[in-house]
C-alpha cells in the first residue's frame, strides 16, 4: 500500500511561496504515480499537479501551471509542491494521492493523505 503523509502547509502572504512535502510509505513507491489535489470548503476537489514513477512525466492543472512546480525523490519517498506566486484563490486543504500505475491518470487515485492547510492572505 501507498499511505502518504503531507506537510508544510501554513498561512502566506499573497506572492508568497510556500513548500509541501509527501512523503508516501510502502515497499514500492518508485513505482507509482503521485498527485497533488486541494479542496476548499464548500468546493469540489480538484486536481493540482501529477507526477509519474520515475518525475520524467509532469502535469498541472490550468489555474497553477507556471507558479506551481511537482518533483519527487525516490530515494526519499518524497514527492514535493513548490508554490511561487501564491494568490488568496490558492488556499485550500492540500492532499497527496498515490495512484494505483506508474503513470497519471484520470480514474482517481487509490491513497490519500490527512491533508495539509494552505491559507494565502490578501
Known amino acids: 500500500q501507498v499511505q502518504p503523509v503531507e506537510s508544510g502547509g501554513g498561512l502566506v502572504q499573497a506572492g508568497g511561496s510556500l513548500r509541501l512535502s509527501c512523503t508516501a510509505s510502502g515497499r514500492t513507491f518508485s513505482n507509482y504515480a503521485m498527485g497533488w489535489f486541494r479542496q476548499a470548503p464548500g468546493k469540489e476537489r480538484e486536481f493540482v499537479a501529477g507526477i509519474n514513477w520515475s518525475g520524467y512525466s509532469t502535469y498541472y492543472a490550468p489555474s497553477v501551471k507556471g507558479r506551481f512546480t511537482i518533483s519527487r525523490d525516490n530515494a526519499k519517498n518524497t514527492v514535493y509542491l513548490q508554490m511561487n506566486s501564491l494568490k488568496p484563490e490558492d488556499t485550500a486543504v492540500y492532499y497527496c494521492?498515490?495512484?494505483?500505475?506508474?503513470?497519471?491518470?484520470?480514474?482517481?487515485?487509490?491513497?490519500w493523505g490527512q491533508g495539509t492547510q494552505v491559507t494565502v492572505s490578501s
Open positions: 494521492a498515490g495512484y494505483t500505475g506508474a503513470g497519471v491518470s484520470t480514474t482517481p487515485p487509490r491513497y
